[in-house]
């Protein structure tokens, strides 16, 4: 079975690129625009990562991986922050809020390719939730 990536901004060209490219790599994609419509994807198709934008509306991607991070189920669930946010603070944010990976934008997707492949190969199984 595919390993399974959820991918959230809120800019539909970056969705579909990295859609596209992620796809070519043989994983199952699926699709957020923000960091609450996240937490809903993430309940709904358990993905095995997450690559979250920063700036979005309704919730930035920041508070969504605080939520990711406070919940037992999702506590381990490897995410990527992909943001254009490059600044120190804002990567110390990202580090400290539970980043697993901190990619900035412009993005160079055969490096987001090559992160995501190491994240998901290095992943130990997981339980499939029941619902």
Excluded at 1 to 8: I, Q
């Amino acid at each position: 079975m595919a390993k399974r990536v959820l991918v959230v901004d809120d800019d539909p060209p970056i969705v579909r690129l990295l859609q596209k490219r992620l796809e070519q790599e043989g994983l199952e994609v699926v699709t957020a625009g923000d960091g609450a419509t996240c937490l809903l994807a993430v309940e709904a198709h358990h993905p095995d990562l997450v690559v979250l934008d920063v700036m979005m509306p309704v919730m930035d991607g920041f508070q969504a991986l605080r939520v990711l991070r406070e919940k037992p189920e999702t506590r381990e669930l490897p995410v990527i922050l992909l943001t254009a946010r490059r600044e120190d603070v804002d990567v110390t944010r990202g580090w400290s809020t539970g980043a697993d990976f901190y990619l900035t934008k412009p993005l160079v997707l055969d490096e987001l390719v090559l992160v995501v492949q190491r994240i998901l190969q290095t992943q130990p199984p997981q339980e499939t939730a029941q619902t």
